[in-house]
């Protein structure tokens, strides 16, 4: 059974199965404007990219509301600004002004944004698949085996000397495996 997790959650198949599907979509995205004059027209931006990758790659053809899309896009936008110390009319004053990668990076965020919850979700299921259907010794043992063979630093708020405490939990565990799969990218994007 660990094989078979292991497969499933290698980089590759997790680029299989969530990430190529959500790059290209953003890769074949033709943007309405590249510039923006006012708010409005970057509301009306995000939101139509929202919409165009959600139905492509989430929900196979199924519509959010204009307004649910616009929040959603908001708190994507919102959380990768966050972690920079900034808000989302930084975002704004970008996509204005054409700084930071103007309009351009604000779909990329957005764009790894869905791709990022895709890839999370796709990896609760594979969890769910091969550790949640046994007795619970067999879920310690399945993520004490994970442990040993998985290739990435975990974060340290992962106590890998633990097993048990994510054999039934397991969505810390896999946001850090995550976020260690893209630290390991992150130098080359750079480029």
């Known amino acids: 059974m660990i094989k078979e997790l292991l497969a499933a959650a290698s980089e590759q198949e997790i680029a299989r199965q969530v990430g190529n599907r959500h790059n290209e979509a953003r890769l074949r995205y033709s943007a309405p404007m590249i510039s923006i004059e006012n708010y409005r027209e970057f509301e009306a931006l995000i939101t139509h990219y929202y919409q165009y990758h959600y139905s492509l790659c989430v929900s196979q053809g199924g519509q959010r509301s204009s307004a649910d899309a616009l929040q959603e896009a908001i708190k994507i936008i919102e959380g990768a600004y966050r972690r920079q110390r900034?808000?989302?009319?930084?975002?704004?004053?970008?996509?204005?002004?054409?700084?930071?990668?103007?309009?351009?990076?604000?779909?990329n965020l957005l764009a790894d944004g869905l791709r990022i919850d895709a890839e999370e979700n796709y990896l609760n299921s594979v969890f769910d698949r091969y550790v949640a259907r046994g007795e619970?010794?067999?879920q310690v043992d399945i993520i004490r085996q994970f442990f040993e063979h998985c290739s990435v630093a975990l974060g340290q708020d992962i106590d890998v000397s633990k097993p048990e405490r994510y054999a039934r939990d397991y969505r810390d565990l896999i946001r850090s495996y995550l976020m260690a799969l893209r630290e390991i990218h992150r130098p080359m994007r750079s480029l």
Do not use: C, K
């Open 136 to 138: 619970y010794s067999e």
């Open 86 to 107: 900034v808000n989302i009319n930084s975002a704004y004053s970008d996509a204005l002004n054409g700084t930071n990668g103007g309009v351009g990076e604000i779909l």
